[in-house]
């Protein structure tokens, strides 16, 4: 699969570890290094997936030049210095989502990309998705009719409950950063809402939005933290077609009865829900109930990578990144766009305005 690529990973966390590294060894991809600070991290998952070089300077992994293409999966803080120096040091760069803290990064990202021939691709690519491909059709083809409105749940435990942070002895797991600005559930889950809803019904002119603190300390082991960003958010998007959206997000429980990521749209003549299958790591389900039918129409999709893949966790990050390295070797565009990704940090703007000044804001896709 990665022909000439040499491929290496910065950030050695859990979705590296349970949405990157099982899928890319299921489809052939050999990776020539691995990059984190905490140094068991990089040596346990590199024994483990055979790759034989490993870092815990990054600058040292840019300078290695049989590296021509890199994985950004480190703390959404850091996406923007560290994508910042992998273009500026010749390499093929995708960076998981959140793709920057600001528009202005990301549309400088894209601008050095574009000067320097490279391929950039931002994830979440939820477009790439089969479930999500039959679901712009269906809009696309107006099956649904004048779209009213959306809604869509995000709803998690915290960052502290992954497995593959339970080892409290290694301080360079602490989740701590997903509680600080920068972080947070709207940049960590939210963000999958954002890009599908863009990508399905178009570009958002005007939001509206809460947040709170429900809790404001968190527990990792012995440690304490502060919660010093919002981790519960209530958002109203206003589209340019006339069409309204709800997105909730938020680091609590997990709903009983609906699935992480649901969305449902409804229209004057039909309407859909997008969900992950419950007991299935990577299967969807769209279900349609058309006005002028007695019968609700379901459809069942994979991730599109296949069983295996779709039997583990967080394919869909797999399939960004599989069609990242396709696009680097054919020279494509990436279907995880950093176009569609810009647009979504400047929602996510917007939203933090929004919040910020009790007001609607008006969304600017402007540089």
Known sequence: ????????????????????????????????????????????????????????????????????????????????????????AGKHV????????????????????????????????QILLPVMKKAAELIRNDYLGT?????????????????????????????????QPGGGPLRD???????????????????????????????????????????????????????LAQVVTGFCSMSALVEWGHISIVGSTGAMDIRRVPGFGSRYELVVNHNCSSEVERYSFGSGLGDASDAIDEAHVALDILDFLTAVKNKKKPGASPNTAVKAIALV??????IDTRQPVSVSYKK
């Open 349 to 354: 703007e917007a939203i933090e305005c929004s």
């Open 189 to 243: 889950m939210g963000i999958y809402a954002l890009h599908t809803l863009i990508s399905l019904l178009g570009d958002v002119e005007e939001v509206f939005a809460y947040a709170n603190t429900p809790v404001a300390e968190k527990t990792w082991g012995e440690s304490k933290i502060t919660v010093n960003t919002p981790d519960n958010y209530g958002i109203n998007l206003k589209f340019n077609n006339g069409a």
């Open 1 to 88: 699969m990665d022909g000439n690529l040499s491929i290496g990973i910065v950030g050695c966390g859990s979705i590296t570890e349970i949405g990157i590294l099982p899928h890319l060894a299921l489809h052939g991809v050999s990776l020539e290094a691995l990059c984190d600070i905490a140094l068991p991290r990089v040596e346990l998952l590199a024994d483990q997936y055979h790759v034989p070089k490993r870092y815990t300077d990054y600058q040292k992994l840019l300078d290695d030049p049989n590296i021509n293409a890199l994985i950004i999966a480190s703390p959404i803080t850091l996406h923007y210095q560290q994508a910042y120096a992998a273009l500026t």
């Open 94 to 125: 995708y960076v998981q989502k959140t793709f920057t803290e600001t528009s202005q990064q990301a549309y400088e990202l894209i601008d050095i990309a574009q000067n320097k021939n490279l391929t950039l691709a931002a994830s979440p690519g």
């Open 147 to 179: 779209i009213y409105s959306a809604m869509s749940v995000n709803w998690a435990p915290g960052h502290e409950y992954e497995p593959s942070r339970q080892d409290t002895s290694i301080p360079a797991l602490n989740p701590n950063w997903y509680y």
